[in-house]
């Protein structure tokens, strides 16, 4: 892949930081992982016994969404180009750490059917050329699902420390189309209910925690539990065209390129 590829990458620090113990019941992971599920399984073709369809995480980090979707049936696979960080002894058979995913092995590549991008792009200064790696190495992906943070005008110490270039909204969102490879279709905000608050904060000066902290005791993690679900009925309900801090979208494999269907989620897909 492409030297900015490498230059993102996290080390075993940033993996510490970003993805410390217990993170996963952290209510913003907590709620993404059951929106991720929900959208993948929207998405896949209809499994067959003798071959389930295969999802492969690229840029995944600890693992945290490859455990999740494997352990509600989908035969979800990670790989990441940063340091192994420690990860769930459960987990590390399905996750390769320090590899492009292009270059991981052909027959291992042909049994991929979709590709899940899940706050990677933004890490990119043109995250066209990591589209158009991927159309080349996995010719039998139709599908890429992917998650960026959304407005540009929450862009916060957060977005720096995390290696962000930019935040999508409608304004550049487009950008991800990549002529001759993948189009953008549907797209949609989620996490509704973070962008007021973190606008107030940009207004008043307040920059956001550059970590996240996970949860520790049985009663934060019963709280981070319930505000998860709180976001997940949030994103069932509201119109997915409403401002939110993050956004999901889908990018199709081009077969005719005179199609290019652009446009939002409903209230949810």
């Known amino acids: ?3 900015q590829a490498f230059s993102t990458a996290f080390d075993s620090d940033d993996f510490a930081d970003i993805y410390p113990q217990g993170i996963e019941r952290h209510y913003w992971n907590h709620a993404r992982n059951q929106i991720i599920a929900k959208e993948v399984r929207s998405l896949l073709p209809p499994s067959r016994k ?16 490859t455990a999740h979707l494997r352990s509600t049936g989908i035969d979800c696979w990670g790989c990441d180009l940063g340091v192994a960080p420690q990860v769930e002894p459960a987990t590390a058979p ?16 042909r ?6 991008l899940l706050d990677v792009l933004e890490h990119l200064e043109d995250p066209t050329q990591l589209v158009r790696s991927l159309h080349h190495a996995f010719s039998n992906v139709e599908t890429i699902l992917f998650t960026v943070p959304a407005r540009q005008e929450l ?44 606008r107030l904060m940009k207004a008043l000066g307040i920059d ?24 997940v009925v949030e994103d069932s309900i509201l119109p ?12 199709h494999r081009v077969h005719n390129e005179t199609d290019s269907p652009l446009g939002h989620f409903g209230s949810h897909s």
């Open 155 to 198: 862009f916060s110490k957060y977005d720096v420390r995390n290696r962000h270039f930019r935040r999508y909204d409608s304004t550049n969102i487009r950008d991800l189309d990549t002529p001759g490879c993948f189009t953008l279709g549907r797209w949609s905000y989620f996490f509704h209910g973070l962008y007021l608050p973190a």
């Open 240 to 251: 997915g065209t409403w401002a939110g801090s993050s956004i999901r979208g889908v990018l």
């Open 94 to 109: 399905f996750l390769t750490h320090g590899v492009d995913a292009a270059e991981l092995p052909e027959d291992v590549r």
């Open 50 to 65: 003798e071959q389930m369809p295969r999802v492969l995480d690229v840029g995944c980090g600890k693992g945290i969404v």
């Open 1 to 3: 892949m492409t030297s």
């Open 208 to 231: 956001r925690q550059t970590e996240l902290r996970a949860p520790t005791t049985l009663l934060s993690r019963l709280a981070h539990s319930l505000v998860a679900t709180g976001f």
């Open 111 to 116: 049994t991929v059917t979709m590709i899940l």
